[in-house]
């Protein structure tokens, strides 16, 4: 079994930043493939950023340019670096996991919640 940890959120201006931290219980960071999620109240969960096994990055196009996805093997966490953030970026974020894309459900975090509002 796989723990996912995520720390970082919280409220912020708009135009300001964030980093949110997912930590994993068992080293799979750098073997798995990692994205970050979201959900607003009423609204389906999305994804936002991914990076895969071999380390290639994808991002939803609300998204791109201004959120950054990276990992740090050492220390077996996953980062999404949030910069110009938008209100309609409110939500909860979470982690994900998957060893096959395709191959499961994967494993999720508990979700850490961002607001972003003057």
């Known amino acids: 079994q796989v723990q996912l940890v995520e720390s970082g959120g919280g409220l912020v201006q708009p135009g300001g930043s964030l980093r949110l931290s997912c930590a994993a219980s068992?080293?799979?960071?750098?073997?798995?493939?990692m994205g970050w999620y979201r959900q607003a109240p009423g609204k389906q969960r999305t994804l936002v950023a991914r990076?895969?096994?071999?380390?290639?990055?994808n991002y939803a196009d609300s998204v791109k340019g201004r959120f950054t996805i990276s990992r740090d093997n050492a220390k077996n966490t996953v980062y999404l670096q949030m910069n110009s953030l938008k209100p309609e970026d409110t939500a909860v974020y979470y982690c994900?996991?998957?060893?096959?894309?395709?191959?499961?459900?994967?494993?999720w975090g508990q979700g850490t919640q961002v607001t972003v509002s003057s």
């Open positions: 068992r080293r799979i960071v750098s073997s798995y493939h």
């Open positions: 990076i895969t096994r071999s380390g290639t990055m």
């Open positions: 994900h996991a998957v060893a096959i894309i395709g191959g499961g459900d994967g494993y």
